[in-house]
Nanobody, 122 residues
Framework: VQLQASGGGSVQAGGSLRLSCAAS????????WAWYRQVPGKQRELVAA???????NYLDSVKGRFTISKDNAKNTEYLQMNNLKSEDTAVYSC?????????????????WGQGTLVTVSS
């Protein structure tokens, strides 16, 4: 299974970006999608997650501005980021908990996409 992220870039404060992350490979289901971000010198933090049958959760600082969503048919997740602030500048990485094939049957594993840089200038 591979995750391919896209959509990063540079925007001015107050602007919007939409990140996408597509999963490919042998996938039975994706139980959890998430976006993380990291700034050099700081720990990676969970920005948003969407759990099948449960719902979504967000980092407090992005609530009301970011929206995580998914398209099950496309095995893709999205992160709509509105009203971006300079403090949102980071490398964003997607993460998925995927039910896929293993050596003895179906297994659940976590996969990571490559990071995509989001730069917000004030």
């Amino acid at each position: 299974v591979q995750l391919q992220a896209s959509g990063g870039g540079s925007v001015q404060a107050g602007g919007s970006l939409r990140l996408s992350c597509a999963a490919s490979g042998i996938i039975f289901s994706i139980n959890r999608w998430a976006w993380y971000r990291q700034v050099p010198g700081k720990q990676r933090e969970l920005v948003a997650a969407i759990i099948s049958g449960v719902g979504t959760n967000y980092l407090d600082s992005v609530k009301g501005r970011f929206t995580i969503s998914k398209d099950n048919a496309k095995n893709t997740e999205y992160l709509q980021m509105n009203n971006l602030k300079s403090e949102d500048t980071a490398v964003y990485s997607c993460n998925a908990e995927v039910q896929t094939t293993g050596t003895t049957g179906w297994v659940t594993r976590q996969f990571w996409g490559q990071g995509t840089l989001v730069t917000v200038s004030s």
